[in-house]
């Protein structure tokens, strides 16, 4: 069955301190990796496609990679505005469906 | 920006009364989708439309449920007999290709009493 698992589930940062989110996966073959934005209330914004392992993309303070097993969304020097919960979910081949994992609640404080 | 923009932004309906929401996609999309999320809850896919037709759907997605782009512009879900399970947050979402990434909009929260 596909799954999608991510870890934490939720992080606390101080401005300034970078880390990282896991988004572990298992899927019959993958077509594409996504990872979204969402704010309370509102709807999931879309911010990488991966569709390779090995591919990296970057924006602004947000780099995301993908390995065979998990991708990773690395923050640089995180802002309070990157407060959010940031989804990944997984496209298999053959399907159009997104499978989205649980998410990471991130709180970055001043 | 072009955005996918839901309506209403929230409706209560009673148990057993027949909904729809509403969803204007992007223009140029080709692409259409539905999800749900219930407080506290995963992101859940329940139905794919391509070319005039449904082309994928979840097991959520039984005989209460049904999708139609009735113009150029606007994509409806409705639900026949809504049930409280129903509650839940449903987003639309539009991609101008199957693996692109998708635009979703604001969502419509439904609350069933």
């Known amino acids: 069955e596909d799954q999608v698992t991510q870890s934490p589930e939720a992080l606390r940062l101080q401005e300034g301190e970078s880390s990282s989110l896991n988004c572990s996966y298992t899927v019959s073959g993958l077509r594409g990796l996504f990872w979204y934005r969402q704010d309370p209330g509102k709807g999931p914004e879309f911010l990488f496609t991966l569709y390779s392992a090995g591919e990296e993309k970057e924006k602004e303070r947000l780099k995301a990679t993908l390995t065979k097993k998990e991708s990773f969304l690395h923050i640089t020097a995180p802002k309070p505005e990157d407060s959010a919960t940031y989804l990944c979910a997984v496209q298999a081949k053959g399907y159009n469906k997104l499978i989205f994992g649980a998410g990471t609640r991130l709180a970055v404080h001043p | 920006e072009p955005e996918v923009t839901q309506t209403p932004s929230h409706q209560v309906t009673q148990m057993g009364q027949e909904v729809i929401l509403r969803c204007v996609p992007i223009?140029?999309?080709?692409?259409f989708y539905w999800y749900r999320q219930i407080l506290g809850q995963k992101v859940e896919f329940l139905v794919s439309f391509y070319n005039n037709e449904i082309s994928e759907k979840s097991e959520i997605f039984d005989d209460q449920f049904s999708v139609e782009r009735p113009d150029g512009s606007n994509f409806t879900l409705k639900i026949r007999s809504t049930k409280l399970e129903d509650s839940a947050m449903y987003f639309c979402?539009?991609?101008?290709?199957?693996?692109?990434?998708?635009?979703f909009g604001s969502g419509t929260r439904l609350t069933v009493v």
């Open positions: 979402a539009s991609s101008p290709a199957a693996n692109y990434g998708y635009t």
């Open positions: 223009s140029n999309h080709l692409y």
